[in-house]
């Protein structure tokens, strides 16, 4: 791990995962389609991860751009998607700060999807997003927002949230968008099979790893994730919180 990068323990949780949210590719697919990409369309994606998103977007609609994580392992592996799905000449995949970076050129399409914390929240990320866009361009963001209510501190805290207004619920992430000056225009949301598909993939390769590696200095932290998330997904995440990519343009 260089200075610049997340810890092992991201790379092992999402292990062979492509996607490293709560969506599954008809999801990502729904999503490229209701925004009405069209070719040659320009594309900013900020914590791209392992680059699903651009490399499919590429394939299927035509589009181009950059993607910009701070994993080393995952931008590797964003860019061996590129030349797998034949595309690397249109997308092209940067290790580094997402926060700090502003495109050369403005762009029609400005994404972070599922990583608000590098602004903040999402006024922040709303203004990251806005330095690389061209007037009139659209923002993608993935954000979690509370399905119901959460009763207690306990249930606010198994969905990994640090206090109850650190999530909207939906109709006050809708609000939150119009407050920051934009129109929400398209969304799609991740359900509770799609949760399920992302959540329980990170227990399968914790087991297999943990299999495989007993002895590694991280065993002991992977095993008491592996011991408690279960519970902890089908008691509180997948009934109380939700996930989706919400498309926005300027007022």
Request: hydrophobic share 45%; charged share 25%; glycine share 10%.
């Given at each position: 791990?260089?200075?610049l990068d997340l810890p092992r323990?991201?790379?092992?949780?999402?292990?062979?995962?492509?996607?490293?949210?709560?969506?599954?590719?008809?999801?990502?697919?729904?999503?490229?389609?209701?925004?009405?990409?069209?070719?040659?369309?320009?594309?900013?994606?900020?914590?791209?991860?392992?680059?699903?998103?651009?490399?499919?977007?590429?394939?299927?609609?035509?589009?181009?751009?950059?993607?910009?994580?701070?994993?080393?392992?995952?931008?590797?592996?964003?860019?061996?998607?590129?030349?797998?799905?034949?595309?690397?000449?249109?997308?092209?995949?940067?290790?580094?700060?997402?926060?700090?970076?502003?495109?050369?050129?403005?762009?029609?399409?400005?994404?972070?999807?599922?990583?608000?914390?590098?602004?903040?929240?999402?006024?922040?990320?709303?203004?990251?997003?806005?330095?690389?866009?061209?007037?009139?361009?659209?923002?993608?963001?993935?954000?979690?927002?509370?399905?119901?209510?959460?009763?207690?501190?306990?249930?606010?805290?198994?969905?990994?949230?640090?206090?109850?207004?650190?999530?909207?619920?939906?109709?006050?992430?809708?609000?939150?968008?119009?407050?920051?000056?934009?129109?929400?225009?398209?969304?799609?949301?991740?359900?509770?099979?799609?949760?399920?598909?992302?959540?329980?993939?990170?227990?399968?390769?914790?087991?297999?790893?943990?299999?495989?590696?007993?002895?590694?200095?991280?065993?002991?932290?992977?095993?008491?994730?592996?011991?408690?998330?279960?519970?902890?997904?089908?008691?509180?995440?997948?009934?109380?919180?939700?996930?989706?990519?919400?498309?926005?343009?300027?007022?």
């Amino acid at each position: 791990m260089t200075a610049l990068d997340l810890p092992r323990s991201f790379v092992i949780r999402e292990g062979d995962l492509r996607i490293l949210n709560p969506f599954d590719a008809g999801k990502l697919a729904t999503l490229g389609r209701a925004i009405k990409l069209a070719p040659g369309t320009s594309i900013l994606d900020l914590c791209s991860g392992k680059g699903e998103l651009l490399c499919t977007w590429a394939r299927d609609h035509a589009v181009t751009g950059t993607g910009v994580d701070i994993s080393t392992a995952f931008t590797a592996a964003a860019r061996e998607r590129a030349v797998e799905l034949g595309v690397a000449d249109r997308v092209r995949f940067v290790h580094g700060d997402a926060a700090t970076f502003v495109a050369e050129a403005p762009v029609e399409v400005a994404a972070c999807v599922g990583a608000t914390w590098i602004g903040g929240g999402v006024p922040g990320t709303l203004e990251i997003l806005r330095r690389s866009l061209r007037p009139g361009g659209m923002a993608l963001v993935g954000e979690p927002y509370w399905r119901r209510d959460p009763p207690d501190a306990e249930t606010v805290a198994g969905c990994h949230a640090r206090s109850r207004d650190e999530f909207q619920d939906l109709p006050g992430l809708a609000r939150l968008f119009g407050e920051c000056g934009w129109d929400l225009v398209e969304m799609v949301l991740a359900d509770q099979d799609s949760w399920d598909r992302y959540a329980a993939a990170h227990w399968l390769n914790l087991r297999r790893w943990l299999d495989a590696h007993p002895d590694d200095e991280l065993a002991g932290e992977l095993r008491q994730e592996l011991t408690e998330d279960p519970l902890r997904h089908v008691r509180y995440q997948r009934e109380y919180l939700g996930w989706g990519v919400f498309a926005l343009l300027p007022r």
